[in-house]
Structure formats: structure tokens, C-alpha cells
């Protein structure tokens, strides 16, 4: 049996691969275009693993993607893929639009005709899972209640919008075509390989650098952070006994504004790495121009997920964020490999206009 994960050279889909492989024996086929996002290096440890079948291609790409499915006759698809961050898409939607909307849908037909051709016990059997994310229900005021299932979607970024986009198709499918969909929402990650565009891996990094933290606009944003383990736990649950056609959010129960966060991994770094004058790391923070459009708040509701599947995340923040401090620092060579000439473009870009 074989499982396609589509972005699995990413931060969420190398952690959900790595997983995957640690606790099954069920092969792996990995398609990534390997954008800027996507990093072979996370993936070492399989290199001489059979069971992981890397191919570097694009999900837009039909004949590939058919191809794929029927040579590794696939039971079940992950799909990862896509342009992941909001600041980016602000900068520049296109590729958000040709990834996640037409890519999204080029996979979906390939998935569709390759599922026309199994046989009934395998069409049954047969799954695609879509990892989405909360960001498509829009912004929450303070006390209003998190996220359901049911919410409206009201995307307001170019990246929630194409999310939105491709979660749409993806239902259609299943209504229309019957194909055997599941969608997940989930809240923001954390954790290992987490690029550093990111806040909290940007955080980091600049902290060890003697670089500003940017907070955008008040820093009172607020986030429901989940750590990257435990949505791939979440994923491999749904896969597995979630009901076709059916949508799970899924979230830490952990809401921190974004200054919280900041000030959280600074006294952590003051306590493993304390800075050479003494001084917190607290310091470097640094209010910068807000991001256009900035959800104010995100937060899930996850009972749906625990009630119907009995999945509950393992980390608290916590413990999750003193384990991701802990391997940036033991894996600076990782960080330091990413940081390409193109990453500096893209600080110059998003931060060059942003007065602290
Ligand atoms: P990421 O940007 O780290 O990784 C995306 C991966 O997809 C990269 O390896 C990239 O090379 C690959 N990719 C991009 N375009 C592709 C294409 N056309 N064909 C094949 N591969 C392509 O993103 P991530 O944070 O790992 O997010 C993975 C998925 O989870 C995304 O769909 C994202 O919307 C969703 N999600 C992310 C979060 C989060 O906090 N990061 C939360 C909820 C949902
Ligand atoms: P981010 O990690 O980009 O995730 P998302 O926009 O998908 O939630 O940002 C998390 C929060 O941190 C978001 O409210 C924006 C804020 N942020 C900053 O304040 N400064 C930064 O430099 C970045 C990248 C994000």
C-alpha cells in the first residue's frame, strides 16, 4: 500500500512524512516543486529509505500526478501543497492563485480520473485528504466563539481566499463526482523545520542574530498555536476513521497574542542561551507597520474532532514551544541553509517599508 503526500518537502508535510514513516511501514510517494518553502534537507534521514519515493514536480501537472497515482497504485492522498504565507500573498498573489486554486484543481482531476478507473473495494477504500486551514473563516472579535465546522467561510487575505478556493472545489468533488474527500482546518504550527518567514522562527533566528523582533501593529493579534506533531497526528487520525465528505477543524486550545509569544520565547532563550551583555532578549522587540488587512484573531473549536475521533493534541504550549526553542538551537546548520540570497530578498521586501 502506498500513500502521494503533496508538499512534503515543506514544513507541516516533512514532519507528517517523517512521522508517517516512524510508525508504518506503508510506502510514501513525495511530490514537491520544491518552491523556496520546500527543503530536500529535511527529508535526509530517508535517503535510503525505500519506502520514500521523492519526485520533485508540481500538483498543477496532470500527467504527471496520473501518472504517479496509477504506477504507485495509491490508496490515499495528502495534499499539502501550496503558497502557505500571508505576507507573501499580500506581496504577491499570483502564485497563490496558480498553486493553491488551479493546482488544487489539476490534482483533483487527476485524483477523479484515476479513481474512475479502481475497482469498487478500492474506490471505497479510497481517500483525499485536503489540509486547509482556519484562516478561510476570517477574522474572530474577542468573544466570539471559535471557529466550527459550520462557521461561514469569509476569507481576507489572497492566501485564505485561494485556501478557500481549493476547499470549495474539494467539497465539490465529493458532491458532484463522489469522490472520497476529507478536509482538515487547522490552527497555526510550530515546531522543527518551520522556515523562517514565520513569526516564531523569525523570532528566533533575529533574537540569536541581535536583530529587531517586528511585531506587527499593537502585537495584540491573537493566534491559536498547535504544535506541528500533533496536527500530523490529526491528519493520520482523520485519515484513517474520519467520515467521507466531511470537514474537521483542528486546534491547540491554546490562544496567545502575538506579544505573548514573543516575550515566551525570549525568556526561554534567556534561559538556554542567554545573551552575551546579560540583557533579555526582550530587548530586541521592536512595533513595526501593521500587516494590510491583519486577522485580528483566529481560534478553533476542535470538539468535533475529539468526540467523533478521540484525537486530543499531546503538547501544550508549554511544552511544545521549549521543545521547538530547543531544536533551533541545536540545528542552526539547518537555519543557516536556508538562509539564502533569496531570503534576504524577501526580508528587504516585507520589512524595508515597515517603520519601527
Ligand atoms: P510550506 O510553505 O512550508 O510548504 C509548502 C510545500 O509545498 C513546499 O515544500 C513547497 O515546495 C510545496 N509546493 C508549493 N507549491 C507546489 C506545487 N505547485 N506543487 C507541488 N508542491 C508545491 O507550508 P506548510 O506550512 O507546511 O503548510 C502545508 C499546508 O498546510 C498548506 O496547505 C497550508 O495551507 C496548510 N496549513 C498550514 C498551517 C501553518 O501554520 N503552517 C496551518 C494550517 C494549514
Ligand atoms: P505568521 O507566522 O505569518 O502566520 P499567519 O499570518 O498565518 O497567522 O504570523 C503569525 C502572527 O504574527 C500574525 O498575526 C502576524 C504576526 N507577525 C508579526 O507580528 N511579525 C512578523 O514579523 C511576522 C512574520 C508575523
Redesign the pocket.
Known amino acids: 500500500m502506498t500513500i502521494l503526500v503533496?508538499?512534503?518537502?515543506?514544513?507541516?508535510?516533512s514532519n507528517f512524512v517523517l512521522d508517517w514513516l516512524a510508525a508504518s511501514d506503508e510506502a510514501v510517494v513525495n511530490?514537491?516543486?520544491?518552491?523556496y518553502?520546500?527543503?530536500p534537507e529535511n527529508l535526509a534521514s530517508l535517503r535510503d529509505d525505500a519506502r520514500h519515493v521523492f519526485v520533485k514536480?508540481?500538483?498543477?501537472d496532470y500527467a504527471l500526478v496520473l501518472d504517479l497515482l496509477t504506477r504507485h497504485r495509491v490508496r490515499a492522498v495528502v495534499?499539502?501543497?501550496?503558497?502557505?504565507?500571508v505576507d507573501r500573498s499580500i506581496h504577491g498573489p499570483e502564485d497563490f492563485i496558480?498553486?493553491n486554486i488551479l493546482?488544487s484543481f489539476r490534482l483533483l482531476e487527476a485524483v477523479r480520473c484515476y479513481w474512475n478507473g479502481l475497482d469498487d473495494a478500492e474506490k471505497n477504500a479510497f481517500r483525499l485528504l485536503h489540509?486547509?486551514?482556519?484562516e478561510v473563516y476570517g477574522s474572530l472579535a474577542k468573544t466570539d466563539p471559535p471557529f466550527a465546522e459550520s462557521n461561514q467561510y469569509q476569507p481576507n487575505s489572497p492566501y485564505s481566499a485561494s485556501?478557500a478556493a481549493s476547499d470549495h472545489l474539494v467539497r465539490a468533488y465529493h458532491h458532484t463526482y463522489g469522490l472520497p474527500v476529507l478536509t482538515t482546518n487547522?490552527?497555526?504550527?510550530y515546531g522543527p523545520y518551520h522556515?523562517p518567514e514565520?513569526l516564531i522562527p523569525l523570532c528566533i533566528q533575529n533574537a540569536l542574530s541581535g536583530k529587531p523582533l517586528p511585531i506587527y501593529g499593537d502585537g495584540q493579534q491573537i493566534r491559536d498555536w498547535l504544535y506541528v506533531k500533533d496536527?500530523c497526528s490529526a491528519i493520520r487520525r482523520v485519515l484513517e476513521a474520519g467520515r467521507v465528505g466531511e470537514v474537521y477543524n483542528v486546534g491547540g486550545w491554546n490562544e496567545k497574542a502575538n506579544l505573548e509569544v514573543v516575550h515566551t520565547l525570549c525568556a526561554i532563550l534567556d534561559e538556554l542561551q542567554p545573551r552575551a551583555d546579560g540583557k533579555s532578549y526582550a530587548e530586541q522587540i521592536t512595533y513595526v507597520t501593521d500587516r494590510p488587512g491583519h486577522d485580528r484573531r483566529y481560534a478553533i473549536d476542535a470538539g468535533k474532532l475529539e468526540r467523533e475521533l478521540g484525537w486530543k493534541p499531546a503538547e501544550s504550549f508549554e511544552t511544545g514551544i521549549r521543545k521547538t526553542v530547543q531544536w533551533y538551537l541545536r540545528h542552526q546548520d539547518w537555519v543557516n541553509n536556508v538562509l539564502s540570497g533569496d531570503y534576504q530578498s524577501w526580508l528587504d521586501k516585507n520589512y524595508a517599508n515597515r517603520h519601527g
Not at 6 to 13: D, E, K, M, R, S
Not at 31 to 35: A, V
Open positions: 503533496t508538499g512534503g518537502a515543506g514544513f507541516i508535510g511530490l514537491d516543486k520544491l518552491t518553502a520546500g527543503n514536480g508540481d500538483i498543477g495534499n499539502f501543497a501550496a503558497e502557505s504565507h496558480q498553486t493546482g489540509v486547509s486551514t482556519d485556501k487547522c490552527s497555526n504550527n522556515f514565520k496536527h
